[in-house]
Each structure stands twice: as C-alpha cells, then as structure tokens.
C-alpha cells in the first residue's frame, strides 16, 4: 500500500510538472504568435482606412466592415506600375531560385558524397564565411557587376543580370541539402556504383527523390527572400521600371506636402504579401518536412 501510495504521489507530481511546462510552452507560443499578428492585422487595418482615420489620434483599433475604403487598392494600384513591378520580381526571384537550386544540388552532393582532397577543409572555409555579415558582399558585388558593365547605360537584361547572378548561389543552402544528402545510406551508392550507375544519374535518379522536401524548402525559403529584397535592387537598378515591388512599396506613396499616405501603401503592402502568404500556407508542410529531415544528421 505504501509502496502504491508513492508511485501514485510521483505520477500526480509528474503530471503537474508536465501541464506546467505545457502552459508555460503555450504562452510562449501566444506571445510569439502576437508579435506576428499584431503587425499583420495594423497593416490590414490600415490598408483600409482613409488618411484621416490613418492620422486620427488614439489610433482606430477596429473598423466597422461597412466604411471600409477599398478604392485604397485602385489608387495603390494606379499610383506605381506595381504589374510590372511584380512582373519583374517575378522574373527574378524565377531566375535566381533556378540558380540556386542548380549550384545547391551539386555543390551538397560533391561534399556529401564525393570523396576528393580537401573536401571537409573546403567546406569548413565556405561555412566559415557564413560569420561574414552580407553587406560586407555588397561592395564586392557592386563593384563586380560594374566592371561587367551592368551599371552604366543599362538595358533590362543587364538589371534583371545584376539582380540574379550574384545571388546564385548559397552557403546556408548548400549546408542544408548536405545534411539531407549525408542521410542517404552509402549502400544505395556502393550498389549503384556496382551497378554500372554514373554519378550523375545516381544524383538525380536517387538522392534528389529522396531529398526532394528539402530542395522544395530551399525552393521556397529562396523565393521568398528575392521577393522580399530590397537594399540591392534599387543599388544596381538605375531606372524605374526595371525596380521589384519592394522598391515601388517605398518610393511611390506620399502626396505634394511629401507626407506618406500609408493607407495606400499598407494597400499595395497587402497586395504583394498576399501572393507570399498564399503560396506559404499551401506549401508550409513542405517547409516543416524539409527542416526536420535536414537536421536529424550532423
């Protein structure tokens, strides 16, 4: 009996410290969770209201569905070229994920399953650069795509070349697809290699079905990210028209007193978020499996 008493007294005690340490998970979680939505649903919020709603002081914190202003979005819409805008970034987010995808694939199979001198020394020295702040790349970059003569008098192809080749490549992607490759067991090769199979096909035949939730994750992660860029497009574009949408969210809204209409801009802010957000929730399952894969092997 007393011995009963004791493991029942442990397991109360174990159950209380789990729903402890669940409550505590799950409001960390919420407030998390608030620091996502909160600027999400004032941009929503704001995306339709009137200027003078925008300015009112205390801010509105919730608008009856009946005043909703939505000629912000027509207005938005007819204040910056935003088709061409996203055409554009359309274009070169579809021509750098390509890229990438490309030098990823090869670059993490040549260090995860080819054995050559200097391998692990190699890609010790390319992680290392991972500690290199990006903008310090920035300089280079630039002045790599003027001596190429991308700069000066430049056609849209020599933008949409300055906005792609620099950034096909990536050291995080490559040690991310590494990790997924080092996964496949060395007996699926040694028998392929018995089998007469070249490295080539074994890469495209074998390892990318196996690793193909992490390349769709890099795809993903990789499209985001050029959607989202904004520092280096508008440093080597030198003409409007040639900018992505990022650059069209910060230059075209403000009236004649330079005053920023941010109704208009929170609009076409929601309008270009719109297609990402979509295109996350659709794939996030992709996303989640790509991450737990890659990170099960060191």
Do not use: C, H
């Amino acid at each position: 009996m007393v011995l009963d008493s004791v493991v029942y007294g442990d397991e109360k005690q174990n159950r209380r410290k789990a729903r402890i340490r669940f409550s505590l998970v799950l409001t960390m979680l919420i407030i998390f969770g608030l620091f996502v939505v909160i600027p999400f649903y004032w941009m929503m919020l704001t995306a339709f209201k009137t200027e003078a709603q925008v300015l009112t002081a205390p801010p509105i914190l919730w608008l009856n569905p009946l005043n909703w202003q939505f000629s912000n979005f027509a207005t938005a819409m007819d204040t910056a070229p935003f088709l061409r805008y996203m055409g554009n970034t359309v274009l070169v987010s579809s021509i750098s994920t390509v890229g990438t995808i490309f030098t990823t694939v090869f670059a993490a199979f040549a260090f995860a399953r080819l054995n050559f001198n200097g391998r692990d020394f190699l890609f010790m020295i390319l992680i290392s650069t991972m500690m290199i702040p990006g903008e310090i790349f920035v300089i280079t970059n630039f002045l790599t795509v003027v001596e190429l003569g991308w700069i000066q008098n430049q056609t849209y192809m020599n933008a949409i070349l300055a906005m792609t080749l620099p950034f096909m490549t990536s050291i995080f992607y490559i040690f991310f697809l590494r990790q997924s490759f080092r996964q496949i067991p060395d007996e699926l090769y040694y028998a392929a290699k018995v089998d007469g199979t070249t490295d080539l096909k074994y890469l495209f035949k074998i390892m990318v079905p196996i690793a193909l939730p992490t390349i769709i994750t890099i795809t993903i992660l990789n499209a985001m990210g050029t959607w989202n860029a904004y520092i280096w497009p508008r440093l080597v574009t030198q003409q409007q028209e040639f900018r992505l949408v990022s650059n069209g969210l910060r230059d075209a809204f403000s009236n004649i007193a330079g005053r920023i209409l941010y109704n208009e801009q929170m609009a076409a802010a929601l309008l270009v978020t719109f297609p990402l957000l979509v295109v996350f929730l659709l794939l996030k399952k992709y996303i989640i499996r790509g991450v737990s894969r890659s990170g099960i092997k060191g």
